[in-house]
């Protein structure tokens, strides 16, 4: 049967499936997301990593640390936390990211974590904001970032679907924060509430990518899970500005770089976005009725 955008990528992630299941909102799947993303929390992490017994990353490459929250401060307690999630980070080969690095979630974005049409989550509430870039990003809860780092996987209900339709083109001035204020108070009856949602119309392709991760990070703020974005042109381009980007740069020292292939950063590389270019994941156009969200760019 047709599937979701989202349904299809849980497809995609999920474990332990029948020969021939396919997934479906409302089923509660065992998933194994392409990566976890923790930041100031790891340490309270960490704990209850400890906790369950655990004393080795099931995906060492799957976890991400970044120091995000709390870096201006410089009391001794903050800095001997930061100091033990960076050792622990180094014991476990996590790729670490210290305090003044960047923001957690841009990192993810920026740096070929958060790949379109991936499973992406992380301890915090703006995972949503991989939606951006066509990534299923949603929030997991510290107990379940441990149980990911010794497992590799965790459950997850698939949330009902709400398609988002965006018609026109902003108007000068206007972004993608008035956008999602827009649509935060237009529709404020829990229309969307714990849902993940699917951005589609003419308007997507006049948004910029970071119109979309801003859209797509607040869509916490309208009370959904995730907020997905499709894979286009725009996309494609994006990421491929950011590859040329970071290979002028050089690779950014951390386990990973050892992936690298001839050089090429193993997550933002040209092989990679050609593929994804060629076949990208897309929701099958007959998916069944959803409710839906119609706004037009132009009244923004």
């Not at 698939?158 to 008035?178: F, M, Y």
């Not at 386990?255 to 897309?282: C, F, K, Q, W, Y």
Request: glycine share 10%.
């Amino acid at each position: 049967m047709p599937q979701t955008l989202i349904e299809k990528i849980a497809q995609h992630f999920a474990m332990d499936l029948e020969p021939g299941q396919e997934v479906r909102s409302g089923d509660f799947i065992s998933i194994r997301p392409a990566y976890v993303m923790t930041h100031d929390n790891t340490g309270a992490v960490m704990g209850k990593f400890r906790a369950i017994g655990a004393s080795k990353m099931a995906i060492p490459r799957q976890p991400i640390f970044a120091l995000d929250h709390n870096v201006q401060d410089t009391s001794e307690a903050n800095l001997k936390k930061y100091a033990d999630i960076e050792a622990f980070a180094r014991e476990m080969g996590v790729d670490f990211y210290p305090a003044g690095r960047g923001i957690g979630h841009q990192i993810m974005c920026e740096e070929g974590y958060a790949w379109p049409g991936s499973f992406v989550v992380a301890s915090d509430s703006h995972s949503n904001m991989y939606g951006g870039l066509g990534c299923l990003g949603t929030p997991v809860v510290r107990t379940d970032a441990a149980a990911i780092w010794a497992t590799g996987r965790t459950w997850w209900q698939i949330p009902p679907v709400a398609r988002v339709e965006l018609h026109g083109q902003l108007p000068p001035g206007s972004t993608g924060k008035d956008v999602i204020i827009t649509l935060c108070g237009l529709f404020n009856s829990d229309e969307v509430l714990n849902h993940a949602l699917e951005f589609t119309g003419g308007g997507v392709a006049h948004l910029s990518i970071d119109d979309r991760l801003t859209i797509a990070n607040m869509t916490t703020e309208w009370g959904a899970l995730a907020g997905v974005f499709p894979v286009d042109d725009v996309t494609i381009r994006w990421l491929r500005e950011r590859a040329a980007f970071v290979a002028r740069r050089g690779l950014a020292v951390v386990p990973s770089d050892a992936d690298a292939l001839d050089g090429a950063h193993s997550r933002l590389n040209e092989t990679r976005i050609a593929r994804l270019e060629s076949d990208p994941v897309r929701a099958d156009t007959d998916a069944g009725e959803l409710k839906g969200v119609v706004e037009n760019l132009v009244a923004v």
